[in-house]
């Protein structure tokens, strides 16, 4: 079955530390993988997305994520972290076309909180 | 380019009650999908909208329907409301729909039954 598990749900990371969140897929064919982030009572907002090509990519915000087959992984990751990067993260595969069936055209992990240490 | 937007953003409902939510996807975009979210089960899809056809659909009882109209606006419509619906809806459109187009989030509607 598609899925998509994110093994932390709660992180908590002192001001200035680097960051690694991450994400592990279970898809048939190589995937369309995204990190979106959400703050409290807000919607999502894409972070990155991987198609094709370079597996690691770039995002806003100095996010950037890197695609590793081997291990079917797509963790995300940050140098130094800033106390607005306090959030919901996303991990999600986007299904080929014609896939979506019950689970929709994006199939989401259940998210990662990130806390902020001052 | 204005963003997805979703109204109300808020609402406040009895057990029993129905619901309609609208979302105003970004301009050019045809396809309109609805999650709901909740602490518990976290994302989850409801459907799927393309042209005014639904073209997927999630797990949920028949009491969730949905529909698009010509503008590519779209409606979901909770009947017989239970204190399980409570949730943040999210409605997200992208120009076709399928996994490779990225979708763009609306701020949700929180509903809160009470």
């Known amino acids: 079955a598609q899925s998509v598990t994110q093994p932390d749900i709660h992180i908590t990371v002192s001001e200035g530390a680097s960051l690694e969140l991450r994400c592990n897929y279970s898809?048939?064919?190589?995937?369309?993988l995204f990190w979106y982030v959400q703050s409290p009572g807000q919607g999502l907002q894409l972070l990155l997305k991987?198609?094709?090509?370079?597996?690691l990519v770039q995002g806003i915000k100095g996010f950037e994520a890197e695609f590793k087959r081997s291990q079917s992984s797509f963790n995300l990751r940050k140098p130094s972290v800033h106390w607005s990067d306090a959030a919901e993260y996303f991990c999600?595969?986007?299904?080929?076309?014609?896939?979506?069936?019950?689970?929709?055209?994006?199939?989401f992990g259940k998210g990662t909180k990130l806390s902020v240490k001052p | 380019k204005a963003g997805v937007t979703q109204t109300p953003r808020y609402l406040i409902k009895t057990r029993g009650q129905q619901v309609t939510l609208s979302c105003s996807p970004i301009?050019?975009?045809?396809?309109v999908s609805w999650y709901q979210q909740t602490p518990g089960q976290g994302l989850q899809f409801l459907f799927e909208?393309?042209?005014?056809?639904?073209?997927n659909k999630g797990n949920f009882p028949g009491r969730f329907s949905g529909r698009q109209f010509s503008n590519s606006r779209s409606e979901m419509n909770v009947s017989t409301l239970e204190l399980g619906d409570s949730a943040l809806y999210l409605c997200?459109?992208?120009?076709?729909?399928?996994?490779?187009?990225?979708?763009?989030f609306g701020p949700g509607t929180r509903l809160l039954v009470l």
């Open positions: 997200a459109s992208s120009l076709a729909g399928g996994g490779q187009e990225t979708q763009y």
């Open positions: 898809y048939g064919a190589t995937p369309y």
């Open positions: 991987y198609f094709s090509g370079d597996t």
């Open positions: 999600a595969v986007g299904v080929h076309p014609g896939g979506g069936g019950s689970q929709g055209n994006l199939i």
């Open positions: 301009s050019g975009h045809r396809s």
């Open positions: 909208y393309f042209s005014e056809t639904q073209r």
